[in-house]
């Protein structure tokens, strides 16, 4: 179950993951049907849960998440809590987890109670003037803001003087978004270039690495925004940042998460996807093929 809508691209990789393990296709269906007011219907026959939309009808023997947009995902939680209480074999039904990463000034509280490292953060919803201007000096006028649901590095801006905080300020402002601003984390490498981790982390072990590096350094480190990434063997990654990928993903609940984090100031989580694009590069065989065994291996 996916959002049909999404152009984002894991749902054909999944599909292939799923056939090549199973030999049989997966039944796919619009995740938009289960949010508030979708058409979707939630019904059990004989003891056994049934999904229903439109001429799609199916009683799963496990439900597949992913590819939910950020922005979507309270609306999808009800769904979630729905098939929990029902039993249903999915990796994806922990709605206050997928809250927690996706709403970013809840990851960071989360991390500041679980000791989880990252860079020093002020949440900001509709601040005044004033108080932008406080907490930018509070942490020392070089830091970077983000709106508290986003991703791909979209509105995302590098802030080091007062005019380009307020010019933040009105966009946010404008485009009604709650934001964050959190201490540079200098995570700049021996060619003077921004760079950082992405860790694939599923059920307690790193599956996938890769390494971003960004030519501007004024930009965000995500490949959409024209990072280069390059996946590395996961026994390549510097020490300790493996395990603070797992620490990461265990403290806001996830059994699965895509970590941004950069290896600078002892290691400093950014971020936690709750469905991390696969990347191009062996996606299939580094994270489908195990989120898929790790759903198949509920029914056992
Ligand atoms: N404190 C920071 N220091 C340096 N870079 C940052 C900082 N905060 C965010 N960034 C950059 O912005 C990117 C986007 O932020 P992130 O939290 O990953 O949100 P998303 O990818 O969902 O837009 C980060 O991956 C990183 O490259
Ligand atoms: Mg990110």
Redesign the pocket.
């Given at each position: 179950m996916t959002d049909h809508s999404s152009t984002e691209g894991s749902r054909a990789t999944l599909v292939t993951a799923v056939e090549t393990l199973t030999g049989r296709p997966p039944v796919q269906m619009d995740a938009r049907h289960f949010m508030t007011g979708g058409i979707g219907r939630v019904n059990t026959a004989d003891g056994a849960l049934r999904l229903e939309a439109g001429d799609v009808v199916v009683t799963p023997s496990v439900v597949l998440i992913y590819e939910i947009p950020p922005g979507k995902r309270r609306d999808f939680e009800a769904f979630q809590r729905l098939l929990e209480q029902h039993g249903v074999n999915s990796l994806g039904l922990d709605a206050d987890a997928s809250r927690t990463a996706t709403e970013?000034n809840l990851t960071v509280d989360q991390f500041v109670l679980d000791n989880v490292p990252h860079?020093e953060t002020i949440s900001l919803s509709r601040p005044t003037a004033e108080l932008a201007a406080d907490s930018f000096d509070e942490l020392g006028g070089d830091?970077?803001a983000?709106p508290v649901v986003?991703?791909?590095?979209?509105d995302?801006f590098h802030v080091t003087s007062h005019e380009q905080l307020r010019d933040a300020a009105d966009y946010y402002a404008t485009s009604e978004l709650d934001w964050l601003i959190?201490?540079?984390?200098n995570?700049v490498n021996h060619g003077g270039l921004r760079h950082?981790y992405r860790v694939v982390v599923l059920e307690g072990r790193v599956v996938r690495a890769c390494e971003h590096v960004q030519a501007n350094p004024d930009a965000?480190?995500?490949e959409i925004q024209g990072a280069v990434s390059t996946v590395l063997d996961i026994d390549d990654l510097p020490a300790g940042l493996g395990q603070l990928a797992v620490s990461a993903t265990k403290s806001l609940g996830l059994a699965f998460g895509g970590v941004?984090l950069?290896l600078e100031n002892g290691g400093v989580v950014?971020?936690v996807?709750v469905h991390p694009a696969f990347g191009s590069d062996g996606g299939l065989e580094t994270v489908a093929i195990p989120y898929v065994e790790a759903h198949l291996a509920m029914l056992s």
């Open positions: 970013k860079m830091v970077w983000r986003g991703m791909g590095g979209d995302v959190a201490r540079d984390a995570n950082q965000p480190c995500n941004d950069a950014f971020e996807n």
